[in-house]
Each structure stands twice: as C-alpha cells, then as structure tokens.
C-alpha cells in the first residue's frame, strides 16, 4: 500500500536488532485517518470473506485494529497481557514471545467473547517472526474458531512469520513488507 510506504519512508526511523521504529503514526503517536485507509485497503483484500470479528493483541494492534473493526462492522477483542497465568477456565490462554521485549508473555482472550465457529480476521501492527501472529492463531484455534485471515500493518519480510504463516496455509495480507532496511544508512526498501 503505497501510502503507508511513503509514510514509513517519510517518518521511520531503523534502529539496531532490526527494529523500525513508527511510533510518530502508529504505535504511540497514531494518524487515525491513516488507519482508516489501511481499514480498507484490508475490507478489500478481504472482500467475500465471512468476517465476524477483529481479534488483536494488546497494546500497538489496539488503534490499527479499531479502525478495522468499524469497516468491517464487527466487533473488536484483543488479547490482554496477563500478570499469571493462574487464571480460572473461562479463559483462551497462550505464551507469545515478545520481540521488541525479549520476554515470554501470558496473553488470555476471556472465552465468551471468541464463539465456536465465528470467523476471526487477526490484526498487528507488525509481523517478524510470527510469534504475536502465532499466538493469536492458537487463541482462536482453541476456541473452535476459524481464522480466516491475518492483516498485518508493516511485515518485516527478510524475517520468517509471513513466510511460516502462508505456508501454513494463511490467507497474509501485509500493507507494506519491508525487504530490507539498514541502521546506519536508515534506506529502507520494499517488496
Ligand atoms: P513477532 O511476534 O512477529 O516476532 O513480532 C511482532 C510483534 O513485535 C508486534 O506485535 C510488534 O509489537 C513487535 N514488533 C516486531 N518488530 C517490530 C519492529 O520492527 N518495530 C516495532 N515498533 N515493533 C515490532
């Protein structure tokens, strides 16, 4: 999506560990009516697909995945963090590996709000190695839903979560994949 490229070209910024860092328009600082033009580039890509609702991971998927929710007329749920995973039945729970935090999270979906046989579009903000992507698959998987498809934002495509997805067979559908990107020059290219 042309739009997005320009604007990680115009305002990101490549830190070390292959990180591209976008918080002045979409995980601190977000341009809502930038999201809203994501939203439906994904309601066309996703055009005839049965889409009941949005499932995101808490916190940088939230304001993407609002936008999503509202073009689709759907609602939106996303998994929380949770302190312990001590938690009583009623809840879908997963581990997710966080990249940019270099931790183990437990991340819980409370079940009355993921229902057998509902057809789940999974957004994020970012996909590199798939973990987050991963994680969310399993939370609507354990719930005897169906995802019918993962929107990403930015996928970072010299990492291997797109590549495992689809040939997991995945419907992907990342608005801008980036190719490469290099810290100490900032060029970032894309696919
Ligand atoms: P994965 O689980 O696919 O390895 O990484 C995806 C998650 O890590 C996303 O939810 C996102 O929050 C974070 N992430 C991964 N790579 C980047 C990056 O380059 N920049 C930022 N800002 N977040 C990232």
Redesign the pocket.
């Known amino acids: 999506m042309k739009l997005l490229e320009d604007r990680i070209r115009k305002d990101g910024t490549v830190k070390e560990g292959?990180?591209?860092?976008?918080?002045c328009f979409l995980?601190h600082q977000m341009d809502i009516a930038l999201f809203d033009e994501m939203a439906k580039e994904w309601k066309r890509l996703f055009e005839g697909h049965r889409i009941d609702k949005i499932l995101t991971?808490e916190a940088?998927?939230i304001g993407i995945a609002c936008s999503v929710a509202r073009e689709f007329g759907v609602p939106l749920v996303f998994a929380k963090k949770a302190q312990s995973i001590n938690l009583d039945g009623d809840m879908l729970k997963t581990e997710?590996?966080?990249?940019?935090h270099k931790r183990v999270y437990n991340v819980i979906v409370a079940k009355k709000f993921i229902s057998e046989g509902e057809h789940v579009l999974v957004i994020?903000?970012?996909?590199?190695?798939?973990?987050?992507?991963i994680g969310l698959i399993e939370l609507v998987e354990g719930a005897n839903a169906v995802v019918e498809g993962i929107g990403i934002a930015i996928e970072?495509g010299f990492?291997d979560?797109g590549k495992i997805l689809r040939e997991r067979g995945f419907k992907v559908e990342s608005l801008a994949i980036v190719e490469s990107m290099d810290a100490k020059t900032g060029e970032i290219t894309f696919r």
């Open positions: 292959n990180v591209l860092k976008v918080d995980n991971i940088s998927g997710i590996q966080s990249f940019t994020d903000d970012f996909m590199a190695n798939g973990c987050a992507a970072k990492q979560g």
